[in-house]
């Protein structure tokens, strides 16, 4: 193996090793103060969301949602509800 053949094999591992968007389902745990929990040990507060146009309603307890972790960072969007199949 050539001194480019190891550059590239490491170029490509660190590429996909790296997750460009994680996606959640999470769920609002407290609404005054809003806490949103994605699993046992996430939690995300309000400094922590990105509201866009399309959903910038008021969150109640207990709703779920649908959402997406920027690449890399700790800020979340919220993309939806989701509603629950009967």
Same mark, same amino acid.
């Given at each position: ?46 400094? &922590? ?24 960072? &700790? ?12």
């Amino acid at each position: 193996m050539n001194f480019l053949d190891i550059i590239k094999s490491s170029v490509l591992n660190v590429v996909n090793s790296i997750k460009f968007v994680e996606t959640y389902i999470g769920e609002v745990v407290e609404e005054e103060e809003l806490k949103i929990k994605l699993d046992e040990k996430l939690f995300v507060t309000e400094e &922590q969301i990105i509201r866009t146009s399309n959903f910038n309603e008021p969150i109640k307890n207990g709703t779920k949602l649908f959402m997406i972790r920027e690449s890399g960072g &700790q800020r979340f969007f919220i993309v939806d509800t989701i509603l629950e199949n009967k």
